[in-house]
């Protein structure tokens, strides 16, 4: 079992920058990749971004592909998402996930419980 926190959500102004964390605990968190996912009122739940077990490899949705980046620390057991230009429709409830297999978005085996971003003047 993985137990997933994540922290740093907040207002901020459009054209800002924002570093939210993710704390893991049970499982070794360097045997298994991790996503954040975010969702925003009225709308499902999509995907943000991924990185391998090891940091050396990431991916991201197009709509975020230049602004924000993805980075773990295997020693701390944490993972982060910078987001930085901000805009107003980067509002949503962040969250992190445990990944099956990096390669598939879909085999999630833990949620965290989300933390929210506001992008607004």
């Known amino acids: 079992q993985v137990y997933l926190v994540e922290s740093g959500g907040g207002l901020v102004q459009p054209g800002g920058s924002l570093r939210l964390s993710c704390a893991a605990s049970g499982r070794t968190f360097s045997s298994y990749a991790m996503g954040w996912f975010r969702q925003a009122p009225g709308k499902e739940r999509e995907f943000v971004g991924a990185?391998?077990?090891?940091?050396?490899?990431?991916y991201y949705a197009d709509s975020v592909k230049g602004r924000f980046t993805i980075s773990r620390d295997n020693a701390k057991n944490t993972v982060y998402l910078q987001m930085n230009s901000l805009k107003p429709e980067d509002t949503a409830v962040y969250y992190c996930?445990?990944?099956?297999?990096?390669?598939?978005?879909?085999?999630?085996?833990?949620w965290g419980q989300g933390t929210q971003v506001t992008v607004s003047s």
């Open positions: 990185i391998n077990w090891s940091g050396g490899g990431t």
């Open positions: 996930a445990a990944l099956r297999y990096y390669s598939d978005i879909d085999d999630i085996f833990s």
